[in-house]
DNA sequence: ATTATAAATCGGATTTTCTCGATATATGGA
DNA sequence: TCCATATATCGAGAAAATCCGATTTATAAT
């Protein structure tokens, strides 16, 4: 658990967004033709505007701050919230700050 | 309370040094010579190596963004920790995060 | 095997951030 | 008024982040 990772990571309004649309997949990501349980697949977030690289590039980063957990099914990927992760970080900084 | 802002001003670890010193101040500066209770003097701040141009503007950063609160006395510019807006910043961020 | 789809990676252009030294501004004291 | 000290701002260079289109890799279906 970086916290100077999760900050940068979190310092991003593209990155920021997708964190919240995975709240609530079912009202942000109604054209998913997937069950929501196995998460959201990664080329739903294009919907943000952004390229198809661009996209992955943000949820790399998201995902190697351990903010997020991707699991491959077949030929897609799909993300969920690391809920673990993000409530730590939100501990420890509300500790360290 | 702009959230973006301060993310964005924390996402730097030098200016998260700044705060964290300021948490002690009496710990971390022990060369200054005026009381803390006017604050840390902008000038203790170069002790993390950085230009005196560089803290100057780490410490604006910082004061846009709600975290310090500054003033002047005489010559000297004091700086303190702005709790009120860390508290409803960490306070907003679990809630949103 | 070939083709199609999904996602990651590459290479490069643009923008933003970080940093510095030099200069400007503000205050205080002689 | 003139000089010293403290801080802010300016201008520029280096580094990092952002973004894209093109390509590569991985999986699946025909």
Known sequence: ?????????????AR??????LKNPEEHFPTQEHPFEMGVCASQFERCGLS???VSSHLGILHRAGLVTSKRVGQWIFYKRNEETIAAFLQQLTQDL
Chains 1, 2 share one sequence.
Request: net charge negative; no cysteine; proline share 5%.
């Open 1 to 13: 658990m970086d916290k100077d990772e999760i900050l940068k990571a979190l310092a991003n309004p």
């Open 16 to 21: 920021m967004d997708i964190l919240n649309w």
């Open 52 to 54: 198809q690289s661009t």
